[in-house]
């Protein structure tokens, strides 16, 4: 079992950064490919990002690439995503995940996650 808590969203102007944390519970958190989902209001939940147990391998969906970057550390038992130049079609409410069967699995969407967190909110201004 891994709970996933997530932190550090909040209200940002166009432009602006935001490191959002996830951290979790449990012993198993190296052996999980980790990713990053959000829902914009009226929307589905999409993926953003994903990174595979030790890091070695990162994807990102189109809209996040060159803005978006994940990192996880493992002894912490913690998952990273940094966003630059914040846009508002980045509002959204943004979940961490875990997955068993790997980071490319999840890059297909949520049927690769097997715990997720309850989310963050990043709301971007004009």
């Known amino acids: 079992q891994v709970q996933l808590v997530e932190s550090g969203g909040g209200l940002v102007q166009v432009g602006g950064s935001l490191r959002l944390t996830c951290v979790a519970s449990?012993?198993?958190?190296?052996?999980?490919?980790m990713g990053w989902f959000r829902q914009a209001p009226g929307k589905e939940r999409e993926f953003v990002a994903t990174?595979?147990?030790?890091?070695?391998?990162?994807h990102y969906a189109d809209s996040g690439q060159g803005r978006f970057t994940i990192s996880r550390d493992d002894a912490k038992k913690t998952l990273y995503l940094q966003i630059n130049n914040l846009k508002p079609e980045d509002t959204a409410v943004y979940y961490c995940a875990a997955g068993s069967r790997g980071a490319g699995t999840m890059s297909l969407g949520g049927h690769g996650v097997d715990y997720w967190g309850k989310g963050t909110l990043v709301t971007v201004s004009s």
């Open positions: 449990g012993r198993t958190f190296s052996t999980y490919a």
């Open positions: 990174i595979s147990t030790a890091g070695i391998f990162t």
